[in-house]
């Protein structure tokens, strides 16, 4: 049975990523990246779907766990009483191969360990074919090659290979698996020790360049960390999570796959990376924005894959059983063919915040985003199936609305600013004519605030973003009673529900947890509407959820005191960010709100 979602570690190689539990073992990993077939996925399964463990060979152990400071790179202590390891486990940030490092070391007394490894391609189906080399085996399933390398014997039993050994004070021992193509010569094997020196060198000069000198510097960092192990660093792309299927409610069915890049996180992610000063990365993604909406605007999606695809089918595996029974597991996402017309917003956004921030545009890239407003401008009084992917009939969701409003809104900034040539008259007052309808059509006059969708009684964490894109100040008493009404009705528990599933119909059977990155948002409006103590207390309240590593996924459900969820979750770690830097009173940090926006009406 796989551990708690919370139990989990990440190490990564900025192509792909595992997951590692407290005891040793790794449960996930897709290869050759984010988005490939599992070769463990013990996960989502049992350990007949594939794992790799390294752990004491018998008796109790107690284990603790940290990352090296400022790095990927893991440690886990095993404590018996008559003796101490540290695993020592890592990613090389990947050359021509992927690799991941295993390194035992014993700290004090005797143990005896085992390691065991079950590969399993396909989403754990897939048996391959072993063969014994001088220091480990070579397996190969298809186009598939994993080569195993150590420094101590291995071998077969029952379908698994295995490795016992015994460690006194001061010997360590070493196990390096790397991913090549079947089709190709072996992969040689990579120098552990050199491996490691390099990783921990690059992970500490990446972690220097952080700008925050704030309080909350070692949440702060260790989420770009996690950021930045999302980020498929051939193109610039990043993922929400590196996993799919776990679930928002333990047991139930909303289970997605988040191993691609949606355009929601745009400006959330420009925005993160350059308030920490990370603007390599930043420019990375918004070229990876740039050649993914490239083409007809009419045909622009939400999510693409990690190079950019737009084909991305949503299929069940039906082997696996689905973490602590939760199904169906699912491999690709439909969403990606839904309209969402917030999208728009995110990317004018995104853009805008790149030349305000960066003084990074171009003639050019403007002319793209003109083709999408003249798209918007045709379908934004359209329903559609908002933010949060509903699957149910499509609304006029009131973010979406407001959305459009953003869209058009930093164009025209941006036109101004930069004097390129526009239809600035039409965009003003295509802008004017949505903020005003959303301000009209949007707002409960009977629960005095703004609701999920026109006509609606129901309300929408998502508009707790009204302060921070712009639409309406926070000191307005629309906006103060809205924030009011989503503590009321959308925090029992002292966490923000994304909307009420039990109410709102959205094609799904209800129940979901507490969502994290609105959560965070709740943080901003608290501050925007005057009430920055609540806010720092709600803010370190959210950092007591992380993990031991101080990991996040997208959910947490407190009745069971648990994380759920894809896991670590890109959208919750940026949101901590951006909340941070939204705390820091003393610091000019660049927000969503800039100060050259107008006043609102």
Known sequence: MPSRIEDYALIGDLETAALVNKDGCIDWLCWPDFSSAACFAALLGTSDNGYWKIAPAEGEYHSSRRYRDHTLVLETTFEQPGGAVRLVEFMPP????????????????????????????????????????????????????????????????????????????????WFTLTYGASNEPDPKPINYRLAL?????IWRNWSGRLRYKGEYREAVERSLITLKALSFRPTGGIVAAPTTSLPEQIGGSRNWD?????????????????????????????????????????????????????????????????????????????????????????????????????????????????????????????????IWEMRGKPQHFTYSKMMAWVAFDRAVLLARHLHYKAPVKKWTAIRDAIHKEVCKLGFNKKKNCFV????????????????????????????KATVKAIERELMPDGFVLRYNTQKVGDGLPPGE?????????????????????????????????????????????????????NFPQAFSHIALVTSAFYLEEDRQVHRRVSRALPARR
């Not at 026109?454 to 000191?475: N, T």
């Open 94 to 173: 990947r050359g021509r191969h992927s690799d991941i490092v295993r390194v035992v070391e014993c700290l004090r007394g005797s143990i005896s360990m085992r390691m065991e490894l079950v590969l399993r391609f396909d989403y754990g189906r897939t048996v391959p074919w072993v063969t014994g080399i001088k220091d480990g085996f070579r397996a190969v399933a298809g186009p598939n090659l994993v080569m195993l390398h150590a420094s101590v014997p291995v071998h077969g039993e029952n379908l698994k290979t295995v490795a016992e050994f015994t460690l006194s004070r001061g010997q360590s021992a």
């Open 197 to 201: 020196r390099a990783s921990v060198r």
């Open 258 to 386: 988040y191993r691609y890049c949606w355009l929601r996180d745009t400006t959330f992610t420009l925005l993160a990376l350059i308030n920490a000063g990370y603007y390599n990365e930043a420019e990375a993604w918004q070229d990876w924005l740039l050649r993914a909406i490239a083409g007809s605007p009419d045909q622009v999606q939400i999510l693409y894959g990690l190079s950019g695809q737009q084909q991305i089918l949503e299929w069940e595996v039906d082997w696996l059983a689905g973490y602590e029974n939760s199904r169906p597991v699912r491999v690709g996402n439909a969403a990606s063919q839904q309209m969402q017309i917030d999208i728009f917003g995110e990317l004018l956004d995104s853009f805008y915040h790149a030349q305000h921030g960066m003084h990074r545009h171009s003639e050019d890239d403007f002319r793209v985003l003109a083709l999408l407003l003249n798209h918007l401008e045709a379908v934004w009084q359209q329903p559609d199936h908002g």
């Open 452 to 479: 999920q969708a026109y006509g609606s009684d129901q309300l929408d964490a998502a508009l707790l973003l009204m302060p921070a894109v712009g639409f309406l100040p926070g000191s307005d008493p629309r906006v």
């Open 513 to 565: 947890g507490a969502f994290l990155a609105c959560s965070f948002w709740m943080v901003a409006a608290l501050k925007a509407v005057g009430r920055p103590r609540d806010a720092r207390r709600l803010f370190e309240k959210l950092l007591s959820l992380r993990n031991d590593l101080g990991l996040l996924s997208e959910e947490y459900d407190v009745r069971h005191n648990r994380l759920v969820g």
